[in-house]
């Protein structure tokens, strides 16, 4: 027998540390090759590190939402039939690659294989452990549920969302509580949560932009009546099953001929060199709620993109990045942003720029309500727009004519798709 002493891999992008954030193995532990380790947080990305042998946990370095340099002890294994370097935590030769690992041709020999997403296909977990994400993990802690009484249907039995939330929609919490009388089980007075992972990162990134960004918010009511009979027309010609067109689709049409007026709000400020970058390209971030906190992935190069295929990618990007599946790639690289609450939308939001960004677009909730129209009080469809800006890039002036551009373009949709009008 020997002592396989695996040190923290190089995760690229010039990252020198990474935060533990959950650890899938425990001292005394049967770990086979390519079975997650532990989830781990760089600025980018959560990466779940895979073990480069089999064999069993001795101890692990790093508790949760502690910073683990790059080179340094991260776990220490008793394996078979190793010897020399693999003793010294070298890789043994031809190390198997985990689905959906990260591909480097720089990448050190001692790096194994770490898997940006939830892979595909995972080896059988140890003896009595639940095989499913750290977000399936909050979320059932959350809703009380016990994750050995839920049936998982991936691979090797592991427990996708959809078992979880179907198990919680059955109404089955797990092992039942204790009732009331001399056995009771108080519940704490309080309960301590430590910040780590994505939400530490979310906090690191949303005080940065409010501390270094001077925001400045507009907000405006947009008449979407026509939008809707639009969207509902389209909708009804849609095939039986096929997910309907929300207003965002519309929105980002929108946006992207309104930019073209507007370049200065199509931008990201490098505050390293002291210059301001303008995209030609418009990548549109879309914030959205996961079960890990918020998240922005990115519809790529929208000014090619008809509705229906920045709908359909709006779907898949936003669903990646619920389910942990979204690439580095998916999650960065925006030049603009949208947020919306949909429903819960409310009337008015004063959103934080995502930096390097200088402009976030909000969208309220779309309600019914009497307005003035054509000089008659009528029943009209209205939605305001919460924007906000960086001003010291924008000005006051060039934000409100955006967003009133922005506005004329959504109250009359077929503006949306018409070329404009060659200058004389």
């Not at 690229?12 to 533990?20: L, P």
């Not at 932009?209 to 939008?227: A, C, G, W």
């Amino acid at each position: 027998m020997s002592r396989y002493v695996f040190k923290l891999p190089d995760l690229g992008e010039g990252t020198v540390s990474a935060e533990v954030v959950n650890w899938h193995v425990k001292p005394g532990d049967t770990v086979a090759e390519e079975q997650v380790l532990v989830e781990v947080m760089t600025e980018k990305a959560a990466v779940e590190v895979p073990s480069p042998v089999s064999g069993t946990v001795i101890s692990t370095s790093g508790e949760p939402g502690e910073l683990v340099a790059v080179g340094s002890e991260l776990i220490v294994l008793e394996t078979g039939d190793v010897t020399g370097d693999v003793a010294r935590g070298e890789p043994p030769a031809g190390p198997a690659r985990a689905p959906g690992a990260a591909t480097r041709s720089d990448q050190s020999a001692a790096a194994p294989a770490v898997s940006f997403a939830v892979p595909e296909a995972v080896p059988p977990p140890a003896q009595g452990r639940v095989m499913t994400s750290p977000a399936n993990r909050r979320r059932a802690h959350e809703a009380g549920v016990d994750l050995t009484r839920v049936q998982g249907s991936g691979p090797q039995g592991r427990i996708l969302r959809q078992d979880l939330e179907a198990h919680i929609a059955s109404g089955a919490r797990g092992a039942p509580r204790v009732g009331r009388g001399k056995d009771v089980c108080e519940e704490p007075e309080h309960e301590e949560i430590k910040v780590i992972g994505v939400r530490r990162l979310i906090a690191q990134r949303m005080s940065e932009s409010k501390r270094n960004i001077p925001h400045f918010s507009y907000v405006e009511e947009v008449d979407v009546t026509e939008l809707e009979a639009l969207r509902r027309h389209l909708n009804s010609r849609l095939a039986s099953g096929e997910p309907a067109l929300t207003y965002l689709p519309f929105l980002v049409v929108a946006l992207v001929r309104v930019v073209r007026d507007f370049p200065q709000c199509n931008a990201h400020y490098v505050a390293e060199r002291g210059v301001i970058v303008r995209h030609r390209a418009v990548h549109v971030g879309v914030a959205t709620q996961t079960g890990e906190g918020l998240k922005v992935p990115v519809v790529r190069d929208a000014q090619h993109r008809s509705l229906w295929e920045i709908a359909a990618e709006m779907r898949r990007v936003t669903e990646a990045a619920r389910i942990n599946k979204a690439t580095r790639e998916e999650l960065g690289g925006s030049t603009i942003t949208l947020t919306s609450l949909g429903k819960l939308g409310g009337i008015v939001s004063t959103p934080i720029i995502n930096a390097p960004e200088v402009a976030i677009i909000g969208v309220n909730r779309a309600v019914d309500r009497p307005v003035v129209y054509q000089g008659a009080v009528s029943v009209r469809r209205m939605m305001n727009l919460s924007s906000s800006f960086d001003h010291r890039f924008v000005d006051g002036y060039d934000a409100a004519a955006m967003i009133q551009a922005l506005k004329e373009r959504l109250e009359h949709p077929a503006t949306i798709f018409m070329s404009e009008p060659r200058q004389r």
